[in-house]
């Protein structure tokens, strides 16, 4: 795997882990010229958490959301509709895809469920310029190559999310195969090898290591 350094607005600290935020966010799927289409959204780059990132669409669970799944469901549309100007009628239109918690060395933390749902038909995005500055759709293999010759910034989860989407040819194939799957908790650790530090996910050498 590739090594990967926390991204902007994750400072880390040796304190006790701090509670993660509950979140959400909303893969929007599509094909294109090419096959399965994703939209990314750039963060502003005047944000202190994530500024210029490239991201999915979605943010934080606030109270009048809800509580629960349906909270998270509903946060899920409110974001996406701030965010990308698409509205989704109704949470069960969401499909669950997986589920990534901040490691704990990490100051920020969230516990965030991804969803996965179709584009509405029709629909064109549209960002503010205040949270969100940009949004492009992109087939997952060429966002990561945009990544790879510094033209995108992209953040860990997002990365691992495009190269696992990549090897979907179209989104119906991807919603077959996320129906069927179970949603396993991913909670990265940030390792340090001497003045450096990297992201690992469960399984990989380090991750087992006990926090200095």
């Known amino acids: 795997m590739e090594a990967a ?33 994703l939209l990314l959204v750039q963060r502003n780059p ?37 965010e990308t100007g698409l509205r989704v009628e109704a949470p069960d239109q969401l499909l669950p895809f997986s ?43 060429d966002a990561l190559a945009a990544h790879r010759a510094g033209e995108l910034e992209l953040v860990f989860p997002t990365i691992k999310h495009l190269e696992q989407l990549s090897g979907f040819a179209t989104a119906n194939e991807l919603i077959a195969y996320a129906f069927g799957q179970e949603i396993r908790t991913v909670t990265p650790r940030v390792v340090s090898d001497g003045e450096m530090s990297r992201i690992v996910l469960p399984g990989e050498p380090g991750y087992d290591a006990r926090r200095a």
Do not use: K, N, Y
């Open 5 to 37: 350094q926390p991204g902007r607005g994750e400072e880390l600290h040796s304190g006790p882990p701090v509670r993660p935020r509950v979140a959400a966010t909303v893969i929007v799927l599509r094909d294109g010229d090419r096959g399965l289409e």
């Open 46 to 82: 005047a944000s202190r958490f994530m500024g210029g990132a490239w991201v999915f669409p979605g943010g934080a669970v606030d109270p009048t959301d809800g509580e629960g799944e349906e909270g998270v469901r509903w946060a899920a549309l409110r974001e996406l509709a701030e």
């Open 99 to 141: 589920r990534w918690i901040t490691p704990p060395e990490v100051s920020i933390r969230f516990d965030t469920w991804f969803f996965l749902t179709p584009a509405p038909h029709g629909a064109e995005p549209r960002v503010d310029g205040g949270e969100c500055v940009d949004w492009r759709w992109s087939t997952p293999a």
